[in-house]
């Protein structure tokens, strides 16, 4: 596309958030490093869990571990880095930028196909539950997921070849604390014209594909739970959904309002797109725990199960002492 594609700049320079004075760079540091245990012992937490507790061995749960490798993922990749910025060093090498690059949109890529399946999951079991153990099984749901990690790597891989595609030459000041697509190919010293026609068709692909199956499996469920005379089952069912309805805009909604703004080649200011950003990428992946497993029936009676049988182990050594 560019045949003297040259790139003369060895090292990139965060800008993160403007506006704030250096003195707090380090309590906002110490913030962000919060948000990561946070993030990293909720997911990891549902992973040990789910891997030791063979009565969760089940679809919903394998979907929910991955959902949490990919959460997990995108916050090592992105907030680490975040945390050097305001501790040490706001400064990146190319190479680990365009890596980072990679990285953030592949762990975003997978979150969005696994909420798909998840849709899916939550579809056959309530529109179609006689059907369920037949159409969904451990085997189907690891075969499906093991599909979708790996074409999200080449999808990606196409992604970064059109950042390294162009030339870099001249600024070198990313308007975000971390790399992704169009904080680094909007400093290409060339016209990218040619370029968003392809980048927005895959994001509107990765984005919208899933979407639109998820507004179509959820409109099918709220049919189908209309229909149940239980004035509380209804209710019931709507209180497991609402959760899932309320990450699922929170993921896709700002999104898509940033790559069509990019699209048409509208910059917002950087703060309020560090802002969106953060928004749709780490609020879901911190918060994702909290909606999919310890608001899950199974899930909270598993865990009053297992502390009630170790108080009773604890209260049985005190009475033997």
């Given at each position: 596309?560019?045949?003297?594609?040259?790139?003369?700049?060895?090292?990139?320079?965060?800008?993160?958030?403007?506006?704030?004075?250096?003195e707090y760079y380090g309590l906002l540091g110490t913030?962000?490093?919060?948000?990561?245990?946070?993030?990293?012992?909720?997911?990891?937490?549902?992973?040990?869990?789910?891997?030791?507790?063979?009565?969760?061995?089940?679809?919903?749960?394998?979907?929910?571990?991955?959902?949490?490798?990919?959460?997990?993922?995108?916050?090592?990749?992105?907030?680490?880095?975040?945390?050097?910025?305001?501790?040490?060093?706001?400064?990146?090498?190319?190479?680990?930028?365009?890596?980072?690059?990679?990285?953030?949109?592949?762990?975003?890529?997978?979150?969005?196909?696994?909420?798909?399946?998840?849709?899916?999951?939550?579809?056959?079991?309530?529109?179609?539950?006689?059907?369920?153990?037949?159409?969904?099984?451990?085997?189907?749901?690891?075969?499906l997921c093991s599909v979708l990690w790996i074409v999200?790597?080449?999808?990606?891989?196409?992604?970064?070849?059109?950042?390294?595609?162009?030339?870099?030459?001249?600024?070198?000041i990313i308007r975000h604390c971390y790399c992704d697509?169009?904080?680094?190919?909007?400093?290409?010293?060339?016209?990218?014209?040619?370029?968003?026609?392809?980048?927005?068709?895959?994001?509107?692909?990765?984005?919208?594909?899933?979407?639109?199956?998820?507004?179509?499996?959820?409109?099918?469920?709220?049919?189908?739970?209309?229909?149940?005379?239980?004035?509380?089952?209804?209710?019931?069912?709507?209180?497991?959904?609402?959760?899932?309805?309320?990450?699922?805009?929170?993921?896709?909604?700002?999104?898509?309002?940033?790559?069509?703004?990019?699209?048409?080649?509208?910059?917002?200011?950087?703060?309020?797109?560090?802002?969106?950003?953060?928004?749709?990428?780490?609020?879901?992946?911190?918060?994702?725990?909290?909606?999919?497993?310890?608001?899950?029936?199974?899930?909270?009676?598993?865990?009053?199960?297992?502390?009630?049988?170790?108080?009773?182990?604890?209260?049985?050594?005190?009475?033997?002492?």
């Open positions: 596309m560019y045949k003297n594609r040259t790139t003369n700049i060895p090292e990139f320079i965060l800008q993160g958030f403007t506006g704030i004075s250096a913030f962000f490093l919060f948000i990561y245990l946070l993030l990293a012992s909720g997911n990891i937490f549902i992973l040990v869990f789910v891997a030791c507790e063979r009565s969760l061995q089940k679809p919903t749960y394998i979907i929910f571990c991955n959902l949490a490798i990919s959460d997990l993922g995108f916050g090592t990749t992105t907030l680490p880095r975040i945390i050097a910025k305001y501790w040490m060093s706001d400064i990146i090498s190319f190479n680990s930028c365009i890596t980072q690059l990679y990285l953030v949109h592949y762990f975003g890529t997978c979150s969005s196909f696994l909420m798909a399946l998840m849709a899916l999951d939550r579809f056959v079991a309530i529109c179609n539950p006689l059907r369920y153990p037949v159409l969904i099984k451990n085997s189907s749901i690891v075969f999200s790597l080449f999808i990606l891989g196409g992604t970064t070849s059109l950042a390294l595609s162009v030339p870099y030459c001249g600024p070198n697509y169009i904080s680094v190919i909007s400093l290409a010293c060339a016209d990218i014209t040619p370029t968003k026609p392809i980048s927005t068709s895959i994001a509107m692909t990765i984005l919208w594909g899933p979407l639109f199956y998820i507004i179509f499996s959820y409109v099918a469920i709220i049919i189908s739970v209309m229909k149940i005379s239980s004035k509380e089952g209804r209710y019931k069912t709507f209180l497991t959904c609402a959760p899932q309805l309320l990450i699922i805009c929170l993921y896709y909604l700002p999104r898509s309002i940033v790559y069509m703004a990019f699209a048409v080649g509208y910059y917002f200011e950087a703060n309020l797109n560090i802002a969106l950003v953060m928004m749709y990428s780490l609020f879901p992946a911190l918060i994702n725990p909290l909606i999919y497993c310890f608001r899950t029936k199974e899930i909270k009676d598993t865990l009053m199960r297992k502390l009630k049988q170790r108080q009773l182990r604890v209260n049985g050594k005190t009475i033997l002492t």
